[in-house]
């Protein structure tokens, strides 16, 4: 069946730093992927998207571009910033009904 | 514009004990969804609505039934809870066509002694 996997973590870096966490999925056909972010004590938020191959997603500086031959959906950002510090999960969607996620990596970011 | 609330917020239960969580959204989404979130399990799907009046299973089912008697609400209901069932709750959202994305609620924290 469809599924997702992401690095684990977690991930530390300090502010400014070069971020990437890594997904790579299993999926038939031509899935959306995504990724959702979770602050301390709250639910899930879409952070970015992407419904097709070479789409590259993006918001609040966050990119990730879906890349079918390598099956990945890689997210990055260029200098993290210590509000960053939450949970990332990457996700695809099955059939058009409910997302798949990854276990989620937790990522902290120090001054 | 609340979005998608949960209620209740926090709770604890014996073993054995019955309780229903309600979910409610207020963007008339057709779908509405059921998670539960434990560590290093990221989140995994409960049971699902696609409309009112009807659901179905996810991956972890047992132990848990749902209903979707109004389209705003999607009820997940536990008849005799294990400590097995201690988890963070999440409810979500999604409109039919279109857009894909799932709005999340804020979460319930269950925890069964």
């Known amino acids: 069946g469809d599924s997702v996997t992401q690095m684990e973590g977690p991930v530390t870096l300090s502010e400014e730093a070069f971020l990437t966490i890594n997904c790579t999925y299993t999926a038939t056909g031509y899935p959306s992927l995504f990724w959702y972010v979770q602050y301390p004590g709250e639910g899930l938020q879409l952070l970015l998207k992407a419904t097709k191959a070479d789409d590259k997603g993006s918001n609040k500086g966050f990119e990730a571009t879906y890349r079918k031959e390598t099956t990945s959906f890689h997210l990055e950002k260029g200098s993290v910033q210590v509000s960053d510090s939450a949970v990332y999960f990457c996700?695809?969607?099955?059939?058009?009904?409910?997302?798949?996620f990854g276990k989620g990596t937790t990522l902290s970011v120090s001054s | 514009n609340a979005g998608v609330t949960q209620t209740p917020k926090f709770r604890v239960l014996k073993t054995g004990q019955s309780m229903t969580l309600l979910c409610a959204q207020d963007m008339n989404h057709e779908y509405m969804y059921w998670y539960r979130q434990d560590p290093g399990m990221g989140l995994r799907l409960i049971h699902y609505s696609v409309g009112e009046g009807t659901t179905a299973k996810g991956e972890v089912p047992d132990g848990y039934n749902v209903s979707r008697l109004k389209k705003q609400n999607f009820l997940l209901g536990l008849e005799s809870a294990a400590p097995s069932q201690t988890s963070v709750y999440f409810c979500?959202?999604?409109?039919?066509?279109?857009?894909?994305?799932?709005?999340f609620g804020p979460g319930t924290r269950l925890t069964v002694l």
């Open positions: 979500a959202s999604r409109d039919r066509g279109g857009t894909d994305t799932q709005y």
């Open positions: 996700a695809t969607n099955q059939a058009g009904t409910a997302l798949i």
